[in-house]
């Protein structure tokens, strides 16, 4: 298998590993590197990517950020990955644009990929990082990948054009150092719904469930099939324990509906239209957050019982297959899923780039 690999990747803010966990299913790519500045994200990483290393630490110190460069030179890393965080998208955030603060983060992945010079990188971000100051940031990064000798092509992704149940929307640039590789293309299949991701999990109530148990069901669909794949054991399957209220409330929302259903006294601090909203079964969930545990916070409780969906449901809904098991604390757990590239998006980005490279010597 080694013969096969043509692409090592250093996964920068890798998190639990949800783009890696998706370009690692393309048999022509492994990820050998990756690094996070959370530990508990770490720890998961190293449970799914047994042949990774990982370099935990924070990417804007000096020491740990050459760490990640001659560890990555030492792996022949040729493929770079990741989504640097940014809260720069505003007018003020253009004043100042890759100088800002709050931006600097993008100035670390360039200054890492300027190091290593891969052949190949992926940048993933949320879809205001191309739409904010109408354009401007987005440009002002792709001048920056010019400077430094890559062909660039972006746009904006769905992950349920690409077998995810989730309207999720990421910004996706991919650079290469031989030709532009163009972004995936929708696939031509009829979208995944919740009910073909979880319904086979619809037996927990409120506070019921274990970190590791058997499967008491059979797959109902071809996607629980496929999530299920090579899965001995159930992980993260576990409802929160909501209060007294919380449940009285979910008890007076009919399956599928949402705070409409509540009296206005009832509809608590947070005005959003989406909170306390169930999932519709035969929709896509819209985005996934870091705070689906909790009912107030969004369109985030299961279609037809009363309580918010688990982790391993959200981890469905993200396309993370069952083998894929997460550590840590349950708040740390939910970021980890909520903060995630769905692998299938992930494994549709890491497919075009094969495909568009497989006949270079790369």
Not at 313 to 334: M, N
Request: with cysteine; aromatic share 8%; proline share 6%.
């Amino acid at each position: 298998m080694q013969n096969k690999i043509a692409f090592r990747v250093l996964d920068l803010f890798s998190g639990a590993g949800g783009l890696s966990a998706g370009l690692d299913m393309n048999p022509e790519i492994k990820t050998v590197l990756a690094t996070d500045f959370m530990a508990d994200s770490l720890k998961t990483f190293n449970y799914n990517f047994k042949d990774a290393q990982t370099i935990y630490g924070d990417i804007c110190d000096e020491t740990i950020k050459k760490n990640i460069i001659e560890t990555a030179k030492k792996l022949h890393v040729n493929m770079i990955v990741g989504g640097p965080p940014c809260q720069g998208f505003s007018n003020k955030g253009k004043k100042l644009g890759l100088k800002d603060p709050r931006n600097f983060l993008f100035k670390q992945y360039l200054e890492v990929v300027k190091a290593v010079q891969p052949d190949v990188f992926v940048i993933e971000n949320v879809k205001a990082m191309s739409t904010s100051t109408n354009g401007w940031f987005i440009n002002e990064i792709l001048k920056e990948i010019d400077k430094l000798g890559y062909q660039a092509n972006w746009g904006i992704l769905t992950a349920s054009d690409f077998g995810v149940p989730q309207n999720r929307q990421r910004t996706i640039i991919i650079a290469s150092k031989t030709k532009a590789i163009s972004l995936p293309v929708p696939t031509p299949i009829k979208k995944v719904t919740v009910r073909d991701a979880i319904s086979d999990l619809a037996y927990l109530e409120s506070g019921e469930g274990y970190d590791e148990q058997n499967y008491k069901t059979k797959p109902d669909s071809d996607y629980q099939k496929l999530m299920r794949q090579n899965s001995k054991k159930l992980y993260n399957h576990k409802a929160t324990n909501h209060s007294k209220i919380a449940l009285d409330k979910l008890k007076m929302i009919p399956p599928e509906s949402g705070k409409e259903n509540l009296p206005s006294n009832l509809h608590g601090k947070q005005k959003f239209k989406t909170t306390w909203g169930r999932l519709k079964w035969d929709s896509q969930s819209p985005t996934i957050d870091t705070r689906f545990d909790t009912p107030s916070n969004g369109t985030n409780s299961h279609p037809v019982l009363n309580r918010a969906i688990t982790p391993r449901e959200a981890a469905r809904i993200q396309s993370f297959p069952d083998t894929f098991r997460f550590l840590g604390s349950k708040t740390t757990i939910c970021k980890q899923i909520g903060n995630a590239v769905p692998p299938l998006l992930g494994k549709a980005i890491g497919k075009a780039i094969v495909n568009s490279l497989k006949d270079k010597n790369v």
